[in-house]
């Protein structure tokens, strides 16, 4: 796992590496400046017959770039250095590196950029607290149109901890990180401005307490959590899941995740349905079991049934509550009755936030092991929280609520997937493409998850594999058959491949 910060710990990070002595601020920027350097050398297409400009703002971020352009005219590169304000030609740096002044510019507003030329981007780094304006915004406007352009830290523009756009910004190709990714390259505008993110390692203090940060997860992470199956396993070993799923308009939901689940290796399977759904899922779903049961005029489910799918959940290892259930006045009241009594393992989804929204129940009324998987509109009415504020910063708004989830665990789904484990540790997974933000995707998590906790896997566990898994079905429809077309139903035929693609590193 790897930490990732936010700009009080990067600030923080620096500190404690240059007052225990192991390295000093100006070895910290040499380091940078020479990584950045290498970079450059080593992964653009024929360097040596590349322009660059490097473009030094004020601060360390500025520092670090003319740095940089030292290392790349000493290795020969055709390097040009413009300075954003001319007091940074009083710096330390020009006396203790000899920089041929001829390969030194000034901006001014009449600067012309050449879209075939590289631009090193050291405008502005994490420290960034306000709108950017006046000359540079001018430049930063002029860069918008370049193709080749790498940043360093982070995009110019993009705010450290919430990747929000500070008035404008760079759109890099790569984005440079020093000692750790930052939050910002992991949401909103900053997701796509910071292109392809690279550490660069420049000396720092290794993180003491790495569990206090937020951790992105990598591939050896996943591999170690399969469940594995006994020689002597049979369909009931191998996890008995109950879905309280569907209803008219909305059968789509519980098959996707009756499907995933399925393909996701669960023995059996349950669907608790409305009667007038039968039909339908025994004929689509020909290797699970339908429970139906009798609905209200509207095709809902009415505290009358509650007793019914309690006894059905007292055979299950998981439940799957809420893809797909239509919801009208009543209920909130015979969701949270069932919620309140259930004592297994429990997925709950989309509509199976409706008592928590109402505040029928508390979450801490859940079963102890539950999992919640809300996208962000669903996260702002579970918590009565702004969904314009979540949007922009995720991270402060999960933080905040972390205490109501009295250690269940909470995967908030987006670009870049929250999951927040039952100790409260936050981790980032930005595994799944694009392609996943298509009508019922969500479903088929929801299925992915059900079928592990059956399987007895872990809440904390189950729900970084889940979310890992469902990423890599969209990898791997990519390489089978098109990195166009996508859409739910195409992703349980894929979990095979993507179960064999992790039990391979593994």
Same mark, same amino acid.
């Given at each position: 796992?790897?930490?990732?910060?936010?700009?009080?710990?990067?600030?923080?990070?620096?500190?404690?590496?240059?007052?225990?002595?192991?390295?000093?601020?100006?070895?910290?920027?040499? !380091?940078?400046?020479?990584?950045?350097?290498?970079?450059?050398?080593?992964?653009?297409?024929?360097?040596?017959?590349?322009?660059?400009?490097?473009?030094?703002?004020?601060?360390? !971020?500025?520092?670090?770039?003319?740095?940089?352009?030292?290392?790349?005219?000493?290795?020969?590169?055709?390097?040009?250095?413009? *300075?954003?304000?001319?007091?940074?030609?009083?710096?330390?740096?020009?006396?203790?590196?000899?920089?041929?002044?001829?390969?030194?510019?000034?901006?001014?507003?009449?600067?012309?950029?050449?879209?075939?030329?590289?631009?090193?981007?050291?405008?502005?780094?994490?420290?960034?607290?306000?709108?950017?304006?006046?000359?540079?915004?001018?430049?930063?406007?002029?860069?918008?149109?370049?193709?080749?352009?790498?940043?360093?830290?982070?995009?110019?523009?993009?705010?450290?901890?919430?990747?929000?756009?500070?008035?404008? !910004?760079?759109?890099?190709?790569?984005?440079?990180?020093?000692?750790?990714?930052?939050?910002?390259?992991?949401?909103?505008?900053?997701?796509?401005?910071?292109?392809? $993110?690279?550490?660069?390692?420049?000396?720092?203090?290794?993180?003491?307490?790495?569990?206090?940060?937020?951790?992105?997860?990598?591939?050896?992470?996943?591999?170690?959590?399969?469940?594995?199956?006994?020689?002597?396993?049979?369909?009931?070993?191998?996890?008995?899941?109950?879905?309280?799923?569907? /209803?008219?308009?909305?059968?789509?939901?519980?098959?996707?995740?009756?499907?995933?689940?399925?393909?996701?290796? $669960?023995?059996? $399977?349950?669907?608790?349905?409305?009667?007038?759904?039968?039909?339908?899922?025994?004929?689509?779903?020909?290797?699970?079991?339908?429970?139906?049961?009798?609905?209200?005029?509207?095709?809902?489910?009415?505290?009358?049934?509650?007793?019914?799918?309690?006894?059905?959940?007292?055979?299950?290892?998981?439940?799957?509550?809420?893809?797909?259930?239509?919801?009208?006045? !009543? /209920?909130?009241?015979?969701?949270?009755?069932?919620?309140?009594?259930?004592?297994?393992?429990?997925? *709950?989804?989309?509509?199976?936030?409706?008592?928590?929204?109402?505040?029928?129940?508390?979450?801490?009324?859940?079963?102890?092991?539950?999992?919640?998987?809300?996208?962000?509109?669903?996260?702002?009415?579970?918590?009565?929280?702004?969904?314009?504020?979540?949007?922009?910063?995720?991270?402060?708004?999960?933080?905040?609520?972390?205490?109501?989830?009295?250690?269940?665990?909470?995967?908030?789904?987006?670009?870049?997937?929250?999951?927040?484990?039952?100790?409260?540790?936050?981790?980032?997974?930005?595994?799944?493409?694009?392609?996943?933000?298509?009508?019922?995707?969500?479903?088929? *998590?929801?299925?992915?998850?059900?079928?592990?906790?059956?399987?007895?896997?872990?809440?904390?566990?189950?729900?970084?594999?889940?979310?890992?898994?469902?990423?890599?079905?969209?990898?791997?429809?990519?390489?089978?058959?098109? /990195?166009?077309?996508?859409?739910?139903?195409?992703?349980?035929?894929?979990?095979?491949?993507?179960?064999?693609?992790?039990?391979? $590193?593994?």
């Amino acid at each position: 796992m790897i930490p990732v910060i936010l700009k009080n710990e990067a600030f923080a990070l620096d500190e404690s590496t240059i007052s225990s002595g192991y390295l000093s601020e100006k070895d910290l920027m040499d !380091n940078a400046g020479k990584s950045i350097a290498q970079f450059v050398v080593e992964n653009i297409h024929d360097p040596f017959n590349q322009n660059i400009i490097v473009l030094a703002g004020p601060g360390n !971020n500025g520092g670090d770039a003319i740095i940089c352009h030292y290392y790349l005219s000493f290795y020969g590169i055709n390097s040009k250095l413009i *300075l954003l304000d001319k007091q940074q030609k009083e710096s330390w740096i020009f006396e203790k590196y000899t920089i041929d002044s001829k390969t030194i510019n000034f901006h001014d507003d009449k600067i012309e950029l050449n879209p075939d030329y590289w631009y090193i981007d050291g405008i502005f780094g994490i420290g960034l607290k306000r709108n950017i304006d006046g000359k540079y915004k001018k430049i930063i406007d002029l860069l918008i149109d370049c193709p080749n352009i790498i940043s360093i830290d982070i995009p110019s523009g993009i705010y450290c901890d919430n990747g929000i756009m500070a008035g404008t !910004n760079i759109n890099a190709v790569y984005t440079l990180t020093m000692g750790y990714p930052k939050a910002g390259h992991f949401f909103n505008v900053g997701l796509d401005a910071s292109g392809e $993110v690279s550490v660069l390692d420049i000396g720092f203090k290794d993180i003491s307490e790495p569990h206090s940060f937020l951790q992105l997860i990598d591939h050896e992470d996943i591999c170690e959590q399969l469940p594995a199956y006994s020689e002597n396993a049979h369909k009931y070993s191998r996890g008995k899941l109950v879905t309280i799923a569907g /209803s008219i308009g909305y059968t789509g939901a519980c098959i996707l995740a009756i499907q995933a689940a399925m393909k996701t290796g $669960v023995g059996i $399977v349950k669907a608790i349905i409305p009667k007038s759904l039968n039909v339908v899922l025994e004929t689509i779903l020909t290797e699970a079991i339908t429970i139906p049961i009798q609905e209200h005029d509207a095709g809902t489910f009415t505290t009358e049934n509650s007793s019914d799918i309690l006894l059905e959940t007292d055979w299950a290892d998981a439940v799957i509550f809420g893809p797909g259930l239509k919801t009208d006045a !009543n /209920s909130g009241d015979w969701m949270a009755q069932i919620l309140r009594k259930l004592e297994k393992p429990l997925v *709950l989804d989309a509509s199976g936030f409706l008592p928590l929204i109402e505040n029928k129940m508390t979450i801490g009324e859940l079963p102890p092991d539950s999992i919640l998987t809300p996208h962000y509109a669903e996260f702002s009415r579970i918590f009565n929280l702004d969904l314009r504020k979540v949007m922009n910063d995720p991270i402060s708004a999960v933080r905040g609520i972390i205490p109501k989830l009295e250690n269940r665990v909470l995967i908030l789904k987006g670009a870049t997937n929250i999951i927040v484990n039952s100790g409260g540790d936050i981790f980032l997974m930005n595994h799944g493409p694009p392609a996943l933000a298509t009508a019922g995707t969500g479903d088929v *998590l929801t299925g992915i998850l059900g079928a592990l906790l059956a399987q007895g896997e872990q809440l904390d566990e189950a729900s970084l594999l889940a979310v890992y898994l469902h990423g890599e079905c969209v990898h791997q429809f990519n390489k089978i058959i098109s /990195s166009m077309g996508l859409i739910a139903s195409d992703l349980p035929a894929m979990l095979p491949y993507a179960l064999n693609e992790v039990n391979h $590193v593994h």
